[in-house]
């Protein structure tokens, strides 16, 4: 197993007032050479925007965005007439293909909302653009993973143009949790929302992030009450 230990207080930072963000990879005004992706995780940015505020129409193309609301919600709105709210507990894919300007805003006028903004590199390169989006609530079950993302198409998770698969799930302190790798090759990008666990000797606390190559399977020890999004992705 070959691990890469990302500490949450090592992560790149940039506040400008409305927006307060944490990049675990080189983003806008943060370089860091030996932090530039993980395989084809490109992006993981973890953004608190203020009320009222947001991310005014830009473009994107060739990559795969995925945005993941921690508390609160954004109003997204894009060239293709997408037009929608994304809150926590829903998962919200972007494909942006041949190219697409979309906007993304607070929902609320008062209250900051805290998101994981995610990008891929695509497995094909200018595919016709595309957006979904899917509630979670419902399917988040105690003490396992559910898969958000998958290039598998199916009613359960959202389609991603990328042999990729995210999965999240709330587990209690004490357990033992196994994660399969899925599909082989695959490395697992694990980063730790909230609580404490330990993977192989390296304990992460909150907003850690541990990437993981060379592997078959993950043993993961929860050492407190714990949320863990595992971004399984190509490492080549």
Do not use: C
Not at 23 to 31: R, T, V
Request: glycine letters at 8%; a negative charge.
């Amino acid at each position: 197993m070959k691990k890469t230990f990302h500490p949450a207080n090592e992560r790149g930072h940039n506040d400008i007032g409305w927006l307060k963000a944490n990049f675990s990879f080189s983003f806008g005004p943060y370089y860091n050479p030996e932090k530039v992706h993980f395989g084809a995780l490109r992006v993981l940015n973890d953004d608190i925007i203020a009320g009222g505020t947001g991310f005014g129409t830009h473009p994107h193309d060739n990559m795969e965005i995925i945005t993941i609301p921690i508390s609160g919600a954004l109003e997204h709105r894009d060239s293709m007439g997408s037009h929608g709210v994304i809150s926590a507990g829903e998962v919200q894919v972007m494909s942006a293909g041949t190219g697409i300007q979309h906007s993304e805003f607070n929902h609320s006028k008062t209250d900051a909302a805290n998101t994981l903004q995610i990008w891929l590199f695509p497995k094909e390169m200018n595919i016709e653009p595309r957006y979904d989006q899917k509630s979670f609530t419902d399917s988040l079950k105690p003490n396992q993973f559910t898969t958000l993302v998958s290039p598998f198409k199916s009613e359960d998770a959202l389609w991603i143009n990328q042999d990729a698969i995210f999965s999240m799930g709330d587990f209690d302190a004490g357990k033992s949790i196994n994660y399969d790798i899925k599909i082989p090759g695959n490395g697992a990008y694990i980063f730790l929302i909230e609580g404490k666990v330990e993977i192989d000797g390296t304990v992460l606390n909150k907003r850690d992030a541990l990437g993981v190559e060379d592997i078959s399977s993950i043993t993961i020890q929860a050492e407190a009450h714990s949320r863990i999004l595992i971004m399984e992705v190509p490492m080549r």
